[in-house]
Structures are given as structure tokens and as C-alpha cells.
């Protein structure tokens, strides 16, 4: 097998960040998609054990929470066998690939260390890490809040049984599923992914505003949007955080935005309760999401690295002619 050809069986191996630009949004939306078919299929298969509720004198949510708890820790433990981490492990690659993909590695590795190093908590307060960070604190905010309480919205729907419910919890999913593999085929192909991360975030806002209009099915079809335009939002977002820091510091600047961005998951849950229990709605929560939404749009315009061409950027200043950070 060629070079060439093994490149075009894994487009991703040669990559500074792993996957080029052509394919980074299609690769993001594979990894994603699994979150949204794990809504599609948890929707009503929550439901149908909140059914049993009483059986063998068991409360449903023990049900619920037992049998789903089992099958996440059974999955976790036979993908332990099926999952690699080194290049030679990797059974799916041929033997030119492992070595196009070794070579990248190698290559990385050694400008790594021929970089001065910078602390992580300068990392941290690095303007284009802090702006990444703060919009993906948004969006979790948003994509959490709609995990949580989708059912809890749902049930305003008179008449519903749990089972019922859950196949209804299960639409925003099936939508995010569509959305993200469909623009994620045509945003690999602009110069800047920008404009449509703004447009997806819109969406989320808008979503949010409009459930607490209207109807609870009105809610309901309101939630979807918000849920396609989270969706979205996160499929644009990785590449373009990928893109956007220089290769030296990509992972650990990555791994910040990830774990301090996903506070978000914690906070959301939490404020969206506080504001239904001391209001008795959930328009507080949801008016909380919209503005959330809004200020990630003003902070997607400023994040560098977006477009095809921009340069990638250091965690010192990229503008003082400085030799390039390493992280400590």
C-alpha cells in the first residue's frame, strides 16, 4: 500500500492535532453523536423501568438507577479489552499508517521539549484559553440543564406515563443527531467556522427563551432547538479550539478548557433547581441558559485560530517574538 493511500484510509493520523481541517468536524461529530444516541436510547428506556415501579416491592427510580448503573459499569469494563493506547495496538492500521502516525507523534514530541516551559496556571490565564473556556462553560451549561430537566418539562404535558415521557425525551436527541452529521459535512468545507458557531448558539438561546412560551408541546419543540443548536455548537467548538492553540500546548490547554468548561455540568443542575424552588418555575432557569448562550456568541468571535489560515497561537504572548512555551 502506497503513503498516499494509507493517508486516505486515515485522514486523521498525520494531523498536528490529530484530524486535518477537511475532516475535523465530521470526526467531532462521530465522537459527539455518541451522547446524543445515548438520549435516544435512554429516553425510553428510563421510562419503562420507572414502570416497574413496585415490583418485587422495588421503588422504580431503584429499578432505574440499578439496572442502568450495571450496564454502564459492564460496558466500561469490556472496553477496557477493545480500547488502545499505543500506536502498535492499533489492529485497524496498516503497517504504513502506524508508521506516518509514529513519525507525526515523534516529531511532536520533540518540539514539545525544545520548547522553554510556563506554568499551568499561566496557561490558564492565557486570554484565548480563558475565552475557549468560557464559552464552552456556556454551552455545557445549556447542554446539561437540558439533560436534567427535559423530563421534568416533558411531564408538564398532562396524561403522560413515564414510559410515554421518555419516547418524548428521546426527540431533541434524534434532532441533534440529524443536525450534527448534516453541518458537519458542510462546515468542514468553510475557511472559518466561526459565523456558524454563532448561528448555533443563536439557536440555543432562542430555544431556551421560547420554552417558556406557549404550550408545553409548544416547550417541548422549543427544547429541541435549544438541544440541536448545544448540539451543534460543541461539534464547531473542538475544532476550533483544536485550531487555535499552538501544538506545544494544545493538550494541556485543551485538558483545561475541558475539565474547568465542564464545571458547567455542576452548576447548571444546581442553579436551574435553586431558580425553580424559589420561584416555582423553570422560566428562571431557562432566561439563565438564553443570556448563557448569548455571552459564548460574544466570546466565539474573539477565540483565534477559527479560520483555515490563522496562525496557531502560543500560551505566551504570540505577538512579542518570543521563542515558544512549553508546558511545566
Same mark, same amino acid.
Not at 5 to 25: D, I, L, W
Not at 54 to 72: D, I, K, N, P, Y
Not at 267 to 275: A, E, I, K, Q, T
Given at each position: 500500500?502506497?503513503?498516499?493511500?494509507?493517508?486516505?484510509?486515515?485522514?486523521?493520523?498525520?494531523?498536528?492535532?490529530?484530524?486535518?481541517?477537511? &475532516?475535523?468536524?465530521?470526526? +467531532?461529530?462521530?465522537?459527539?453523536?455518541?451522547?446524543?444516541?445515548?438520549?435516544?436510547?435512554?429516553?425510553?428506556?428510563?421510562?419503562?423501568?420507572?414502570?416497574?415501579?413496585?415490583?418485587?416491592?422495588?421503588?422504580?427510580?431503584?429499578?432505574?438507577?440499578?439496572?442502568?448503573?450495571?450496564?454502564?459499569?459492564?460496558?466500561?469494563? *469490556?472496553?477496557?479489552?477493545?480500547?488502545?493506547?499505543? /500506536?502498535?495496538?492499533?489492529?485497524?492500521?496498516?503497517?504504513?499508517?502506524?508508521?506516518?502516525?509514529?513519525?507525526?507523534?515523534?516529531?511532536?514530541?520533540?518540539?514539545?521539549?525544545?520548547?522553554?516551559?510556563?506554568?499551568?496556571?499561566?496557561?490558564?490565564?492565557?486570554? %484565548?484559553?480563558?475565552?475557549?473556556?468560557?464559552?464552552? $462553560?456556556?454551552?455545557?451549561?445549556?447542554?446539561?440543564? *437540558?439533560?436534567?430537566?427535559?423530563?421534568?418539562?416533558?411531564?408538564?404535558?398532562?396524561?403522560?406515563?413515564?414510559?410515554?415521557?421518555?419516547?418524548?425525551?428521546?426527540?431533541?436527541? *434524534?434532532? !441533534?443527531?440529524?443536525?450534527?452529521?448534516?453541518?458537519?459535512? $458542510?462546515?468542514?468545507? !468553510?475557511?472559518?467556522?466561526?459565523?456558524?458557531?454563532?448561528?448555533?448558539?443563536?439557536?440555543?438561546?432562542?430555544?431556551?427563551?421560547?420554552?417558556?412560551?406557549?404550550?408545553?408541546?409548544?416547550?417541548?419543540?422549543? /427544547?429541541?432547538?435549544?438541544?440541536?443548536?448545544?448540539?451543534?455548537? &460543541?461539534?464547531?467548538?473542538?475544532?476550533?479550539? %483544536?485550531?487555535?492553540?499552538?501544538?506545544?500546548?494544545? &493538550?494541556?490547554?485543551?485538558?483545561?478548557?475541558?475539565?474547568?468548561?465542564?464545571?458547567?455540568?455542576?452548576?447548571?443542575? $444546581?442553579?436551574?433547581?435553586?431558580?425553580?424552588? +424559589?420561584?416555582?418555575?423553570?422560566?428562571?432557569?431557562?432566561?439563565?441558559?438564553?443570556?448563557?448562550?448569548?455571552?459564548? *456568541?460574544?466570546?466565539?468571535?474573539?477565540?483565534?485560530?477559527?479560520?483555515?489560515?490563522?496562525?496557531?497561537?502560543?500560551?505566551?504572548?504570540?505577538?512579542?517574538?518570543?521563542? %515558544?512555551?512549553?508546558?511545566?
Amino acid at each position: 500500500m502506497s503513503p498516499r493511500r494509507a493517508s486516505s484510509r486515515a485522514p486523521c493520523s498525520t494531523s498536528r492535532s490529530g484530524c486535518p481541517t477537511p &475532516a475535523r468536524g465530521r470526526a +467531532t461529530a462521530i465522537f459527539l453523536g455518541g451522547s446524543a444516541a445515548a438520549g435516544i436510547v435512554t429516553g425510553p428506556v428510563t421510562g419503562a423501568l420507572l414502570e416497574l415501579h413496585g415490583a418485587g416491592g422495588v421503588a422504580g427510580w431503584r429499578w432505574m438507577f440499578g439496572l442502568e448503573g450495571t450496564f454502564s459499569v459492564i460496558v466500561g469494563i *469490556i472496553a477496557g479489552f477493545f480500547l488502545v493506547s499505543r /500506536i502498535e495496538d492499533a489492529r485497524w492500521l496498516s503497517a504504513e499508517e502506524k508508521s506516518a502516525l509514529r513519525t507525526a507523534v515523534t516529531r511532536d514530541e520533540a518540539e514539545r521539549e525544545r520548547a522553554p516551559k510556563v506554568s499551568r496556571l499561566r496557561l490558564m490565564f492565557h486570554p %484565548q484559553v480563558a475565552l475557549l473556556t468560557g464559552a464552552f $462553560f456556556a454551552m455545557t451549561l445549556t447542554g446539561y440543564a *437540558i439533560t436534567f430537566w427535559l423530563p421534568s418539562l416533558i411531564e408538564e404535558i398532562k396524561g403522560l406515563s413515564p414510559f410515554e415521557v421518555g419516547l418524548l425525551a428521546a426527540v431533541p436527541a *434524534i434532532a !441533534s443527531m440529524i443536525a450534527m452529521y448534516s453541518m458537519s459535512h $458542510f462546515t468542514d468545507r !468553510s475557511p472559518d467556522r466561526r459565523p456558524f458557531l454563532a448561528v448555533t448558539l443563536l439557536l440555543s438561546a432562542i430555544g431556551t427563551y421560547l420554552a417558556t412560551l406557549g404550550s408545553p408541546w409548544f416547550g417541548l419543540a422549543a /427544547i429541541t432547538l435549544a438541544g440541536v443548536g448545544s448540539k451543534c455548537a &460543541a461539534t464547531l467548538f473542538w475544532p476550533m479550539a %483544536q485550531s487555535g492553540l499552538d501544538l506545544r500546548i494544545a &493538550a494541556p490547554g485543551l485538558a483545561l478548557v475541558n475539565s474547568i468548561g465542564n464545571l458547567g455540568g455542576f452548576v447548571s443542575p $444546581f442553579l436551574f433547581g435553586y431558580l425553580k424552588d +424559589t420561584t416555582g418555575s423553570t422560566n428562571g432557569g431557562l432566561y439563565t441558559l438564553s443570556a448563557a448562550s448569548l455571552l459564548a *456568541i460574544v466570546a466565539a468571535r474573539y477565540i483565534r485560530g477559527a479560520r483555515a489560515g490563522d496562525a496557531p497561537l502560543t500560551a505566551t504572548a504570540a505577538d512579542a517574538g518570543t521563542e %515558544q512555551p512549553r508546558v511545566a
